[in-house]
């Protein structure tokens, strides 16, 4: 399979716990995306990169939220202190290019369950 | 800031009707529009796209026209199937990401 992959697919864990989730881009793709999504919503954007560079965050996300994408290539993305506010469905995403008109491809997420 | 606004679902049509999903955007400067949908179980996937006014992008029947005059990209379709149930995004390009509206599940009764 050579799309966008992440993993878990689910991730339940208790208020105040760290959690990481991994997304594996399409090799070739140099830009990659995370986007949260809770049910009824559409995707809203949290992050993406340039190779490695993260060239923007939402200011709507949390000092608890972090991602990194070393070597420009796969990337992971950190919930510290969870609250059940971030129950929600995590997206990744990655495309070819510098400008979206290229095609963005979703792996199927990370639905994480804060309790 | 940038923005899109979908008509609220579900919308729930019989097969081989006629589909029309409403899709408005706010923007700064001139965006390329995106339909996405997303079918049960499944990730996003891109349906069609326009990169600038005018154009009209089109997939599997699916057809959508970039208008700028009246800042719109509907959805439509001439005779859905059953198969078509799913939830659509509409979407424009800000800078260097994507920007959702909030879908709009569609159900196609056979």
């Known amino acids: 399979d050579t799309g966008v992959s992440q993993n878990p697919r689910h991730k339940i864990t208790k208020r105040g716990q760290n959690v990481t989730f991994r997304c594996d881009p399409i090799s070739e793709h140099n830009r990659l995306y995370w986007y949260r999504q809770t049910l009824g919503q559409g995707p809203e954007f949290l992050t993406y990169?340039?190779?490695?560079?993260?060239?923007?965050k939402s200011r709507l996300l949390s000092d608890r939220f972090s991602a990194e994408r070393p070597k420009g290539s796969f990337s992971t993305l950190e919930i510290q202190r969870t609250e059940q506010g971030d129950s929600a469905m995590y997206l990744c995403a990655s495309s070819l290019g510098g400008r979206l008109n290229t095609e963005a491809f979703f792996g199927q997420g990370t639905r994480l369950t804060v309790v | 800031g940038d923005s899109v606004t979908q008509m609220e679902g579900p919308v729930t049509l019989s097969e081989e009707a006629f589909l029309t999903i409403n899709c408005t955007y706010t923007?700064?400067?001139?965006?390329?529009l995106f339909w996405y949908v997303q079918y049960p179980g499944e990730g996003l996937q891109l349906l069609l796209k326009a990169t600038k006014a005018d154009d009209k992008g089109s997939n599997k029947g699916f057809e959508a026209t970039y208008r700028k005059e009246t800042t719109s990209f509907h959805l439509e379709k001439g005779s859905v199937q059953v198969s078509d149930s799913a939830v659509y995004f509409c979407a424009l390009t800000q800078g260097g990401k994507l920007i959702f509206g909030q879908g709009t599940e569609l159900s196609v009764k056979p």
């Open positions: 990169f340039q190779n490695e560079a993260q060239l923007e």
């Open positions: 923007a700064t400067g001139y965006p390329s």
